[in-house]
Each structure stands twice: as structure tokens, then as C-alpha cells.
């Protein structure tokens, strides 16, 4: 089981070390989520009052778009540098090789949001958050999501020529639970009104989290093949 850890680590750490020699993944995903706050304060004229209101969808829209960006251009990268047939060639089980590349997504993501959450916070004139703590961990456990099953489509659509537009057209309809979720956790984090529904939203992120998580690793090795 150590070995097993050490190996997905090791293949994170690989494209986090890739990643930094030029931060090009990071800057366009940020770059693009930042640019949708400043579109989204000089869009609509939200009051102070309103803001709490229409931060979280907010928030996650940019979150979506720009993390699928990002997700598709290092799927993209990989195919056409070769470096997913290096990792391939690792002698590990192939649900390290996604988990790996899950790892480091997630990281990329969590990364992105830990810019974006002040800058759109901001622009929609928060006052402060009720509950952080349940912000933080809505943000997580979508994000987790997002990562896992973007993850396993972006592999899947990598040989494809048009896979920055294929994939959201899979993608998006097959994250609506996670999106709905995501924002309705953040809301009640920012607002403070925390009920029955909020705790329904946190089992089911959970239960996406686990499953999309565990099925596609599973399937990896069938989906390298192909």
C-alpha cells in the first residue's frame, strides 16, 4: 500500500515538476477564472446586499470553465509530447497513472480557487462569511469531484483534434450534481443559513466524490488501451 501511495505521489509530483517550468496550464486556468470576475462585476450591478446571493454560482462557473481549460490543455499536452505514453510504460498499476494526474489536478484547481475566491469576493462586495470552515469544504468536495471524473474525460477525449470542445459537451451535463451541490454548500457557508438541505448536498458530493473517483480508476487501464 506504501509503494501504491509513493507511486500516484511520485506521478503528481512529476506533473507538478513538469508544470513548473513554465506555469503555462496555471496561468491560462487562472488567468481565464480571474477575467470572468472582472466580466462578472462589470456585467451586472450587484448590490452589497445582493452579492451572497449570486457569488457561489458565480464563483463555480468560473471555477467550471476555467478548470476544464486547464484540464483539457494538460490532456492535450500529454498526447501530443508523449509523456502519457512514458507514464504508460511505469511499471504501476494504471490507476496510479490516474489518481496521479487526479492529484495534480485537483491541486491546480485548488490553487486556481485560492486566487479566484478573494478576487470574486471582491467583486461582489462580501462582507465576510458566516461559516468559512463549510465554504472551504464545499469548495473541496466539488472540486474533488470536478477533478476526478474531468480526470477521466479529458483522457478519454486527448487523441480527439477538437478536445478543448469536446470536452465540456461530455463533461458538463454529468457534473450538474456537483455543480448544484458545490454552489448550494458555498451558499450556505457565505449565508450562514445552514439546513436539512445543505447536509443532503454533503452526502451526495460525498457519494459522487467516492464513486467517481473509484470506478475510473478501475476503468483507466481499459481507456489506455483504447
Known sequence: M?????????????????ERKSFETLIATASFALLLAVVFHF??????????????????????FAGTIGMARSARVDE?????????????????LFLGKCL??????????????????????????ALPHLVILGLFLGTWGFAALGTLLAGATAGERATG????????????PVILGGAAVVSAGVTGEVTAAT???LRLLVVFDVLF???????????MEV
Open 104 to 129: 495534480f489536478h485537483l491541486a491546480l484547481l485548488a490553487v486556481v480557487e485560492a486566487a479566484a475566491v478573494p478576487v470574486f469576493a471582491a467583486a461582489f462586495a462580501l462582507r465576510g462569511m
Open 2 to 18: 506504501k509503494a501504491y501511495l509513493r507511486a500516484v505521489l511520485a506521478l503528481a509530483a512529476k506533473d507538478a515538476l513538469l
Open 43 to 64: 456585467a451586472f450591478d450587484i448590490a452589497s446586499a445582493e452579492g451572497a446571493r449570486f457569488f457561489p454560482g458565480a464563483l463555480w462557473t468560473a471555477i467550471l
Open 80 to 96: 501530443v509530447e508523449g509523456r502519457g505514453r512514458g507514464a504508460a510504460l511505469a511499471p504501476v498499476d494504471r490507476s496510479a
Open 165 to 176: 470542445l469536446l470536452l465540456p459537451v461530455v463533461l458538463f451535463p454529468l457534473l450538474v
Open 199 to 201: 447536509g443532503s448536498w
Open 213 to 223: 473517483t473509484a470506478v475510473p480508476a478501475l476503468l483507466y487501464e481499459s481507456l
